[in-house]
């Protein structure tokens, strides 16, 4: 063998080993792509039934909702009607004031006034029986 073949032969060595040296780091990028393949195809997998799961939540929600929107719009009934109520107690509560408390008063204060006189039970008289029977 000459010179250059030796040469020639330790060029295509080099060769070799560069290209052994360089396939190593793919071998392991191709295994670490074919790992993210599969993250990814799991992902999308099990995502599809969580989304479903959510849409379903999502409506259920939405349902709910519009369930308690029927019994705000309820409350906020009542509540008005219940102003209504409130004031027409209080309109008659003062009727009833104006028209027959008044006199009302009047005849259970001179009832009263006339018990005391059959009685005997004045102010003035009461105290004396009262000290006598003592």
């Known amino acids: 063998?000459?010179?250059?073949?030796?040469?020639?032969?330790?060029a295509a060595v080099a060769a070799v080993a560069l290209v052994v040296f360089c396939a190593v780091p793919l071998l392991k990028l191709g295994r670490v792509l074919e790992e993210l393949r599969l993250a990814v195809r799991d992902l999308g997998h099990n995502s599809v039934p969580i989304l479903q799961e959510l849409?379903?939540?999502?409506?259920?929600?939405?349902e709910e909702l519009g369930k308690l929107s029927l019994v705000t719009e309820d409350v906020a009934k009542v509540s008005a009607n219940a102003t209504v109520v409130t004031q027409n107690a209080a309109q008659?509560?003062?009727l009833f004031t104006s028209t027959l408390g008044g006199p009302l008063i009047k005849t259970a204060a001179f009832t009263y006034g006339v018990r005391q006189a059959v009685t005997g039970k004045r102010s003035g008289n009461g105290t004396s029986k009262r000290k006598a029977k003592r």
């Not at 063998?1 to 330790?10: D, K, N, P, Q």
């Not at 849409?55 to 939405?62: D, F, L, R």
Request: aromatic content about 0%.
């Open 92 to 94: 008659l509560t003062t």
């Open 1 to 10: 063998m000459s010179v250059g073949e030796v040469a020639g032969l330790i």
């Open 55 to 62: 849409k379903g939540t999502v409506a259920a929600t939405n």
